[in-house]
């Protein structure tokens, strides 16, 4: 089992900044990535940023430039820095972990989403 606890969400102006984090605990041998998705009323959910093991970052087009993804391995966190939001970055907002357990398999845990609004 994994658990993912997620937190920093909220409301904030356009152009401001938060900072979310997602700390994974529970049985596993290693953390193989970790992300951030979301998902917007109306819309599907999509990839936001992604960060595996080697420490290569992965990012939608749509947050190049304003948002940050960033692991601490020490803690089993991970960072999403979002700079510059605009009222589109409004979604609830997932973390994902995937996890490489003791048997070998590699399991995708979800976190339970956290609000970002942006709004004046």
């Known amino acids: 089992q994994v658990q993912l606890v997620e937190s920093g969400g909220g409301l904030v102006q356009p152009g401001g900044s938060l900072r979310l984090s997602c700390a994974a605990s529970?049985?596993?041998?290693?953390?193989?990535?970790m992300g951030w998705y979301r998902q917007a009323p109306g819309k599907q959910r999509e990839l936001v940023a992604t960060?595996?093991?080697?420490?290569?970052?992965n990012y939608a087009d749509s947050v190049k430039g304003r948002f940050t993804i960033s692991r601490d391995n020490a803690k089993n966190t991970v960072y999403l820095q979002m700079d510059t939001l605009k009222s589109e970055d409004a979604a609830v907002y997932f973390c994902?972990?995937?996890?490489?357990?003791?048997?070998?398999?590699?399991?995708?845990?979800w976190g339970q989403g956290i609000q970002v609004t942006v709004s004046s």
């Open positions: 994902n972990v995937a996890t490489r357990r003791y048997s070998g398999a590699v399991y995708d845990s």
């Open positions: 960060i595996v093991s080697g420490g290569q970052t």
């Open positions: 529970g049985s596993f041998l290693s953390i193989v990535a």
